[in-house]
T-cell receptor
Framework: GNSVTQMEGPVTLSEEAFLTINCTYT??????LFWYVQYPGEGLQLLLK?????DKGSNKGFEATYRKETTSFHLEKGSVQVSDSAVYFC?????????????FGSGTQLTVLP | EAQVTQNPRYLITVTGKKLTVTCSQN?????MSWYRQDPGLGLRQIYY???????DKGDVPEGYKVSRKEKRNFPLILESPSPNQTSLYFC?????????????FGPGTRLTVT
């Protein structure tokens, strides 16, 4: 079945540091890949997505590239801010089929210190 | 404004007392889903619905029921709550037209069963 494996947290960085959160997946077919962010006390918000191999999703300075050869979708940001402190979830969905095929990773807690 | 609403946001109840968590979306999406979020486990799908009167089990359906009598509403029902159902619950409405199954989440309901 489908699965998503995320880098174990928590991750603590200083402001302006470089961020990488690793995400690898196992899936049949050609899934779409997502990064969601959850700020304290809130629901999940879509951060970025990629729907096919070699696509790069980007938003708010975050980027992730869909690498089919390594089945990865690592999240990166060149210079993090305190406001980026949140939990980040990698997720995948099938490009066809039912909503049953929606799978999340376990989440990575990021804390950015001033 | 595209929105998914959930009520209540916080609920403390006792074992065995039936409860319903409501979920409503204004995006005319056919697909909706319920998740629970537990530390270290990420989001796990409880039930999903592909359209009115069409529902199916997710990964952790035991102890839960759902109904979908109208497209906009997808309530989650706990007939006899138990302490192991203490969790953070999220409803999601799913956009399928683009084929990427992008999800829009409600703000969450924090349930405590004593």
């Amino acid at each position: 079945g489908n699965s998503v494996t995320q880098m174990e947290g928590p991750v603590t960085l200083s402001e302006e540091a470089f961020l990488t959160i690793n995400c690898t997946y196992t899936a049949t077919g050609y899934p779409s890949l997502f990064w969601y962010v959850q700020y304290p006390g809130e629901g999940l918000q879509l951060l970025l997505k990629a729907t096919k191999a070699d696509d790069k999703g980007s938003n708010k300075g975050f980027e992730a590239t869909y690498r089919k050869e390594t089945t990865s979708f690592h999240l990166e940001k060149g210079s993090v801010q305190v406001s980026d402190s949140a939990v980040y979830f990698c997720a995948l969905s099938r490009s066809s089929g039912s909503a049953r095929q929606l799978t999340f990773g376990s989440g990575t807690q990021l804390t950015v210190l001033p | 404004e595209a929105q998914v609403t959930q009520n209540p946001r916080y609920l403390i109840t006792v074992t065995g007392k039936k409860l319903t968590v409501t979920c409503s979306q204004n995006m005319n999406h056919e697909y909706m889903s319920w998740y629970r979020q537990d530390p270290g486990l990420g989001l796990r799908q409880i039930y999903y619905s592909m359209n009115v009167e069409v529902t199916d089990k997710g990964d952790v359906p035991e102890g839960y029921k759902v109904s979908r009598k109208e497209k906009r509403n997808f309530p989650l029902i706990l007939e006899s709550p138990s302490p192991n159902q203490t969790s953070l619950y999220f409803c999601a409405s799913i956009q399928t037209g683009t084929g990427s199954y992008e999800q829009y989440f409600g703000p969450g309901t924090r349930l405590t069963v004593t």
